[in-house]
């Protein structure tokens, strides 16, 4: 819908289109307005439904939904409909394309990173404004000794330091469009140093951005896999202190149904712990079915010998991995760990005897 009303508000702008056309996408522009009002009457009357606002009352939840970013983009979402309410169709065309800068703004909802977004810049704050300062410090002085080196010899373009600072915002961005350059010696190395400052500059704070995004990924990452953990009978049964040592090793991985994730006689580089669904663990003589709060592939890592079993989930399930290097890093800190498993591994080798021997005896 918001493709539609944006895409019919920028051929709106073209001239010259047949009246036919010209009433189809004014109807389009229309229709999608009314759609965002009723959506945003919609989402202000369920707004106490929400559960950010459980311990308000119904009327101050909406208020607050009303004056939240996500309440002020549907509002301004909504301005159109009073234009084409209130408005001519001349006036409408003219309108259109703030229309387009309002609706654009819904797109910013929709976002499934955005908010990371905004968490990385609030946790970066301090970094940013330091590399901001740098950068409105070398922009003004830079600006200033290119007006003082060049106001002679370009009047026009360095007449004055507003004027300069359009070449040095130009040049420390690294854009250089070329409409204003420096002639003289001096004006030419300042533009050099302010061309490498640039660079470095903008390195900056990609790297800051990039390292922010990393580390808030490493945290959602933490929560995910913590959640998951406490739901396996064996670790929640873990102090903190040693649940939270063995959770930084552990990876989520989520299977659909019907899907194999090892095969017997594969080398076995690492263990599975069940945290939701099922699997079937298929051996020559049968097949074990393991719920949630098992695992399987221990005996590949304590006797480093390949899969002796294939396993296949048979629902959506969720597997927490612990890979070989991590496994022996686990059995060497918390031993308590590693002895469960060992006396499941024991226990699981009897039955497979056992099974063995009666199938060999019929």
């Not at 970094?127 to 410090?137: K, P």
């Amino acid at each position: 819908m918001l493709g539609a009303g944006l895409l019919a508000i920028a051929l709106s702008s073209v001239d010259g289109l047949p009246k036919t056309l010209d009433t189809l996408l004014t109807t389009v522009i229309a229709v999608v307005a009314v759609v965002f009002f009723a959506e945003y009457l919609v989402r202000l009357w369920a707004a106490p439904e929400s559960g950010h606002f459980a311990s308000l009352s119904d009327g101050m939840a909406r208020l607050r939904w009303a004056l939240s970013a996500n309440g002020l983009i549907g509002l301004l979402a909504v301005f159109p409909v009073v234009a084409i309410t209130f408005g001519s169709m001349h006036a409408n065309h003219e309108a259109a394309p703030v229309f387009c800068l309002f609706w654009i703004l819904k797109l910013s909802i929709h976002a499934p990173a955005m908010s990371t977004l905004a968490r990385v810049i609030a946790n970066e704050r301090a970094t940013l404004a330091s590399v901001v300062i740098i950068f409105i410090m070398i922009l003004v002085s830079a600006a200033t000794i290119a007006h003082m080196l060049e106001r002679e010899s370009q009047p026009k373009t360095f007449g004055n330091i507003p004027e300069a600072l359009w070449w040095a915002v130009v040049t420390l961005t690294t854009t250089g469009y070329g409409d204003v350059v420096p002639q003289t010696v001096g004006g030419r190395m300042v533009g050099s140093v302010v061309m490498v400052s640039g660079i470095l500059v903008l390195a900056l704070m990609t790297g800051i951005l990039a390292t922010g995004f990393a580390e808030e990924e490493r945290r959602r990452e933490y929560l995910r896999v913590w959640d998951q953990v406490t739901r396996v009978p064996m670790f929640a049964e873990l102090g903190t202190v040693t649940l939270s040592e063995i959770v930084g090793k552990l990876r989520v991985r989520h299977y659909p149904p019907r899907i194999v994730v090892v095969r017997r006689d594969e080398p076995g580089d690492s263990m599975f712990f069940i945290s939701e669904g099922e699997v079937e663990v298929r051996l020559p003589h049968g097949a074990v079915a393991l719920s949630q709060g098992g695992f399987f592939g221990e005996m590949a890592l304590l006797d480093r010998l390949p899969r002796s079993a294939t396993v296949v989930t048979t629902q959506p399930t969720t597997l927490l991995v612990l890979y070989a290097s991590d496994f022996y890093e686990v059995a060497a800190n918390i031993p308590s760990l590693v002895e469960a498993v060992e006396r499941e591994a024991r226990r699981r080798r009897a039955e497979n005897r056992g099974e063995a021997a009666k199938v060999e005896t019929s």
